[in-house]
């Protein structure tokens, strides 16, 4: 039977779903740009930028992020099912140059994230937890090789499990650590806004005592120790704009993922799904900016923001600095949740509230490897990568092939990461080299309108206008600038730790495979009779 | 050896059908196979009011002002996939309360396109050493047959055996059931035995092509966004289940058949082996008037190569 809709009529016909609740789309959103695990990890490098103040920073980021956020939904809305950067790309550029970049940032570079998911879930559950349980020794034991190492391991196990259950199933896992977290999170912002930063003082020296045999004002140690190190912290209220500019290719390792794994399902209807589509990453990126912006106010009213800085100093120093680093009072990566709990003086709760915290951990470490497996399925359909790479198990329904090109790669990675000195910095590249792949899409966006004009005049997306021009190619030019300057910082700023010549080889290296790997396939295909550059040529409609 | 063309759920998409008219030139194919849902879902009231038009199209309300707009907006429905129809106020709010008329004129459009597709398609594959066979959907009312049956260059490919050349094909646009109740749809075990019927009839099972609308149950090219009780997507759209039919699955692992060609599941494009037997949906993008296909080049030994297309 027919039904009228908004002004039209459908009738009886497969897909003609409603529309996905914007709030899901949000929390995915949302996760990808963790505030927890990502953002409160990056933000403790402040220190590096001295002069750089962490809040106008997260705004500006939040701001330029946007107009990253405008161009992905206009090229979701345009082109939806496609599967992200690797299919638009290969419609606007060439299947050639998209596989290079998609591969080398949505493969290649994610299996340098596993470390780093393991190094933050060794600081930010394994350690806060055993010391929180009365074992320091243990807690410290994590931030060796080994921990590191084997926290790597957890975090693949886990991804694979959430591979193996599928989207369906990890969503709603997602779903409950979501509002476990959020619990978690409230909790610890209650405790600093209510807590004074006298009583924040008395219960880290407690702390610092009882569990780590600290003696005397740790607290004030730890200022006096920055000090001596050189690091002096700046007041709260100066921020001034130049230096805090320069903490953004920093802040956007937590700030530059809402788009991560987005895509639209169903049938498009119009400008209500990029609407739709947009509101779940701009929501998602600003209220993570919203938080950080409160988390620093609470920070620098109950801790201290000299003393948050001073900590995190002396952390750093002893893994980046360690001949010159002062001694620490508490040998561990000064988890904010972690001292936050301190200031109630009971083991049971600060535990609860560490394990809902880690909900922020369990519920973002499937997205590791969630696009990944995309690209890998889109490769391999496009005949670029062996079919047996988009391989299933016909029992268990894992594609088997997939998580073997993604985890086995993982396992060596993390082990470098672990063992071999210097390794760790080469990971830094893990934000650029997907920044780089972002450049090709937003490029591709922004020619867009031209170079598949009639693609994107049927798209919803072509009566967004600026001056008369198209909005995704306005932002695009906006978001490339943005790009360009991470990607300009990050090469000539030893700040950012990834300025360095084996740095800079290791990552000519990845894309030189995935070079490698498409002319393989372009000769061996030709010699099956299969041209490659046909895939995505258009037909003639005439 | 055989160059198969395959593309599937144009939903009344124009541009997606005059590109798959070009696709046997444009990809040097021997045959042209189109695998189900040809028709549109959505009919757009062009409404007169004064001397200008009005209409709602993709979320937004043109006002038209002249003949010249009004026939350039039913050409980009028309590219959507969609059908337009000129009504009066009172002829609006008259078909508002008569879903009857609604689906009468639904029918209708379906007709007049299809017959406007058919002339084009006679134009373009006429005197090109082409064969074209079309498989309705279970989207496509029943009269759709009737009209393709009556083209002098297309084969009405639903529930026979045709040869390609040397190579058996069967189709059928049929499904498993849906929550939409559409037209071609049934209970597994009726779609086995349409399946079935079909098979009988072949020479050998294991060198045929199996052109099956609804694709093999837990296969990855059944997966489509879970969705809940009303009808809308959990999770964001992230969540998928398989949704294909278990009939199919049981007669390609059963018959174990070159090459199946599956579609229905838009999203789940894709490639899979069953067995022996190669699976492949090309999935749809008909809304964005790109022509999703599938490539494949076959002999009575199997596929010989075969790549997934956006055209």
């Given at each position: 039977?027919?039904?009228?809709?908004?002004?039209?009529?459908?009738?009886?016909?497969?897909?003609?779903?409603?529309?996905?609740?914007?709030?899901?789309?949000?929390?995915?959103?949302?996760?990808?740009?963790?505030?927890?695990?990502?953002?409160?990890?990056?933000?403790?490098?402040?220190?590096?930028?001295?002069?750089?103040?962490?809040?106008?920073?997260?705004?500006?980021?939040?701001?330029?992020?946007?107009?990253?956020?405008?161009?992905?939904?206009?090229?979701?809305?345009?082109?939806?099912?496609?599967?992200?950067?690797?299919?638009?790309?290969?419609?606007?550029?060439?299947?050639?140059?998209?596989?290079?970049?998609?591969?080398?940032?949505?493969?290649?570079?994610?299996?340098?994230?596993?470390?780093?998911?393991?190094?933050?879930?060794?600081?930010?559950?394994?350690?806060?937890?055993?010391?929180?349980?009365?074992?320091?020794?243990?807690?410290?034991?994590?931030?060796?090789?080994?921990?590191?190492?084997?926290?790597?391991?957890?975090?693949?196990?886990?991804?694979?499990?959430?591979?193996?259950?599928?989207?369906?199933?990890?969503?709603?896992?997602?779903?409950?650590?979501?509002?476990?977290?959020?619990?978690?999170?409230?909790?610890?912002?209650?405790?600093?806004?209510?807590?004074?930063?006298?009583?924040?003082?008395?219960?880290?020296?407690?702390?610092?005592?009882?569990?780590?045999?600290?003696?005397?004002?740790?607290?004030?140690?730890?200022?006096?120790?920055?000090?001596?190190?050189?690091?002096?912290?700046?007041?709260?209220?100066?921020?001034?704009?130049?230096?805090?500019?320069?903490?953004?290719?920093?802040?956007?390792?937590?700030?530059?993922?809402?788009?991560?794994?987005?895509?639209?399902?169903?049938?498009?209807?119009?400008?209500?799904?990029?609407?739709?589509?947009f509101s779940g990453m701009f929501w998602g990126l600003w209220v993570t900016v919203a938080l950080s912006v409160v988390f620093f106010l609470l920070v620098a009213k109950t801790m201290g923001w000299d003393f948050y800085l001073a900590?995190?100093?002396?952390?750093?120093?002893?893994?980046?600095?360690?001949?010159?680093?002062?001694?620490?009072?508490?040998?561990?990566?000064?988890?904010?949740?972690?001292?936050?709990?301190?200031?109630?003086?009971?083991?049971?709760?600060?535990?609860?509230?560490?394990?809902?915290?880690?909900?922020?951990?369990?519920?973002?470490?499937?997205?590791?490897?969630?696009?990944?497996?995309?690209?890998?399925?889109?490769?391999?359909?496009?005949?670029?990568?062996?079919?047996?790479?988009?391989?299933?198990?016909?029992?268990?329904?894992?594609?088997?092939?997939?998580?073997?090109?993604?985890?086995?790669?993982?396992?060596?990675?993390?082990?470098?990461?672990?063992?071999?000195?210097?390794?760790?910095?080469?990971?830094?590249?893990a934000t650029l080299v997907i920044a780089v792949t972002y450049l090709g899409s937003v490029f591709a966006a922004t020619i867009f309108p031209w170079r598949r004009s009639q693609l994107y005049e049927s798209s919803p997306i072509a009566?967004?206008?600026?001056?008369?021009?198209?909005?995704?190619?306005?932002?695009?030019?906006?978001?490339?600038?943005?790009?360009?300057?991470?990607?300009?910082?990050?090469?000539?700023?030893?700040?950012?730790?990834?300025?360095?010549?084996?740095?800079?080889?290791?990552?000519?290296?990845?894309?030189?495979?995935?070079?490698?790997?498409?002319?393989?396939?372009?000769?061996?295909?030709?010699?099956?009779?299969?041209?490659?550059?046909?895939?995505?040529?258009?037909?003639?409609?005439? | 050896?055989?160059?198969?063309?395959?593309?599937?759920?144009?939903?009344?998409?124009?541009?997606?059908?005059?590109?798959?008219?070009?696709?046997?030139?444009?990809?040097?194919?021997?045959?042209?196979?189109?695998?189900?849902?040809?028709?549109?879902?959505?009919?757009?009231?062009?409404?007169?009011?004064?001397?200008?038009?009005?209409?709602?199209?993709?979320?937004?309300?043109?006002?038209?002002?002249?003949?010249?707009?009004?026939?350039?907006?039913?050409?980009?429905?028309?590219?959507?996939?969609?059908?337009?129809?000129?009504?009066?106020?009172?002829?609006?709010?008259?078909?508002?309360?008569?879903?009857?008329?609604?689906?009468?004129?639904?029918?209708?459009?379906?007709?007049?396109?299809?017959?406007?597709?058919?002339?084009?398609?006679?134009?373009?594959?006429?005197?090109?050493?082409?064969?074209?066979?079309?498989?309705?959907?279970?989207?496509?009312?029943?009269?759709?047959?009737?009209?393709?049956?009556?083209?002098?260059?297309?084969?009405?490919?639903?529930?026979?055996?045709?040869?390609?050349?040397?190579?058996?094909?069967?189709?059928?646009?049929?499904?498993?059931?849906?929550?939409?109740?559409?037209?071609?749809?049934?209970?597994?075990?009726?779609?086995?035995?349409?399946?079935?019927?079909?098979?009988?009839?072949?020479?050998?099972?294991?060198?045929?092509?199996?052109?099956?609308?609804?694709?093999?149950?837990?296969?990855?090219?059944?997966?489509?966004?879970?969705?809940?009780?009303?009808?809308?997507?959990?999770?964001?759209?992230?969540?998928?289940?398989?949704?294909?039919?278990?009939?199919?699955?049981?007669?390609?692992?059963?018959?174990?058949?070159?090459?199946?060609?599956?579609?229905?599941?838009?999203?789940?494009?894709?490639?899979?082996?069953?067995?022996?037997?190669?699976?492949?949906?090309?999935?749809?993008?008909?809304?964005?008037?790109?022509?999703?296909?599938?490539?494949?080049?076959?002999?009575?030994?199997?596929?010989?190569?075969?790549?997934?297309?956006?055209?």
């Open positions: 039977m027919a039904g009228e809709t908004a002004g039209y009529f459908v009738r009886r016909a497969t897909g003609l779903v409603r529309a996905w609740s914007g709030f899901d789309a949000f929390i995915y959103a949302f996760f990808s740009v963790n505030f927890v695990t990502l953002g409160m990890y990056i933000m403790s490098f402040g220190p590096f930028v001295p002069k750089g103040h962490l809040l106008p920073a997260a705004i500006i980021t939040g701001v330029l992020v946007t107009f990253l956020v405008i161009v992905y939904a206009g090229l979701i809305a345009a082109m939806p099912r496609a599967g992200g950067d690797y299919v638009w790309q290969s419609r606007i550029l060439g299947g050639g140059i998209a596989f290079v970049l998609a591969v080398t940032g949505w493969w290649f570079i994610l299996w340098h994230w596993v470390p780093i998911y393991g190094n933050i879930l060794s600081i930010q559950f394994f350690a806060p937890i055993l010391s929180t349980l009365g074992r320091p020794a243990a807690a410290q034991w994590f931030g060796t090789p080994t921990g590191i190492f084997l926290s790597s391991l957890v975090v693949l196990a886990f991804v694979a499990y959430y591979i193996a259950i599928g989207m369906e199933g990890y969503a709603r896992i997602q779903k409950a650590c979501f509002w476990g977290g959020l619990v978690g999170l409230a909790i610890v912002f209650l405790l600093l806004l209510v807590g004074s930063q006298a009583q924040f003082q008395q219960a880290f020296n407690r702390e610092a005592v009882s569990l780590f045999g600290a003696s005397g004002d740790v607290y004030a140690q730890t200022l006096e120790a920055s000090r001596k190190y050189g690091f002096t912290p700046g007041a709260f209220g100066s921020m001034p704009l130049g230096p805090s500019i320069l903490l953004i290719p920093m802040l956007v390792f937590y700030l530059l993922w809402p788009n991560w794994g987005a895509t639209l399902y169903g049938e498009v209807r119009g400008a209500s799904d990029y609407r739709r589509v900590a995190n100093s002396n952390y750093w120093a002893t893994i980046y600095d360690p001949k010159n680093a002062p001694a620490l009072a508490v040998p561990l990566w000064p988890y904010p949740a972690m001292l936050a709990t301190w200031l109630v003086n009971n083991r049971a709760f600060q535990l609860i509230v560490l394990l809902l915290m880690s909900l922020w951990f369990w519920g973002w470490s499937g997205t590791v490897f969630l696009s990944s497996t995309r690209v890998i399925f889109a490769a391999a359909f496009d005949r670029v990568l062996p079919e047996w790479a988009a391989s299933v198990s016909p029992k268990s329904h894992v594609p088997t092939g997939a998580l073997v090109l993604m985890v086995v790669p993982s396992i060596v990675v993390s082990y470098l990461y672990a063992y071999r000195p210097g390794f760790a910095t080469l990971t830094l590249d009566r967004y206008k600026v001056a008369g021009l198209p909005l995704i190619s306005v932002a695009g030019v906006i978001t490339i600038a943005f790009l360009l300057f991470n990607l300009w910082k990050w090469v000539t700023d030893a700040t950012y730790g990834v300025n360095n010549r084996q740095s800079g080889v290791y990552m000519l290296v990845l894309y030189a495979l995935a070079l490698v790997i498409y002319i393989i396939a372009r000769v061996v295909r030709a010699r099956q009779g299969i041209d490659l550059a046909r895939i995505h040529s258009e037909i003639p409609v005439e | 050896m055989l160059r198969l063309f395959f593309a599937t759920d144009i939903h009344g998409s124009d541009v997606c059908w005059r590109k798959f008219l070009n696709a046997g030139s444009f990809y040097r194919a021997d045959v042209l196979i189109l695998g189900g849902d040809m028709t549109g879902k959505a009919l757009i009231p062009i409404v007169r009011d004064g001397g200008r038009h009005e209409v709602l199209f993709r979320d937004d309300r043109h006002v038209l002002e002249t003949e010249q707009e009004v026939r350039a907006m039913e050409d980009r429905i028309a590219a959507r996939g969609y059908y337009s129809v000129r009504v009066s106020r009172g002829e609006m709010i008259a078909l508002q309360g008569d879903p009857a008329r609604v689906e009468a004129l639904f029918a209708e459009r379906m007709q007049s396109t299809l017959e406007r597709w058919l002339a084009l398609a006679e134009e373009k594959l006429r005197g090109q050493h082409l064969r074209c066979f079309v498989c309705p959907g279970n989207d496509d009312r029943f009269e759709v047959d009737e009209v393709i049956r009556r083209s002098a260059v297309i084969d009405l490919a639903e529930g026979r055996v045709v040869d390609l050349g040397g190579v058996e094909m069967i189709s059928t646009g049929w499904s498993n059931p849906t929550p939409w109740q559409t037209y071609r749809e049934c209970p597994e075990e009726e779609l086995g035995t349409r399946i079935e019927r079909m098979v009988a009839q072949l020479r050998d099972p294991t060198q045929a092509v199996f052109n099956l609308h609804c694709p093999p149950y837990r296969s990855q090219l059944d997966e489509a966004p879970a969705l809940d009780r009303e009808l809308r997507p959990l999770y964001g759209g992230q969540a998928v289940r398989p949704v294909g039919s278990t009939a199919v699955r049981d007669a390609i692992l059963r018959h174990q058949p070159i090459l199946s060609l599956h579609g229905h599941i838009h999203e789940a494009r894709g490639v899979a082996r069953l067995g022996r037997s190669l699976a492949l949906n090309p999935g749809s993008s008909y809304e964005t008037g790109i022509l999703q296909g599938a490539l494949v080049e076959v002999d009575t030994r199997g596929v010989r190569s075969y790549m997934l297309v956006a055209g």
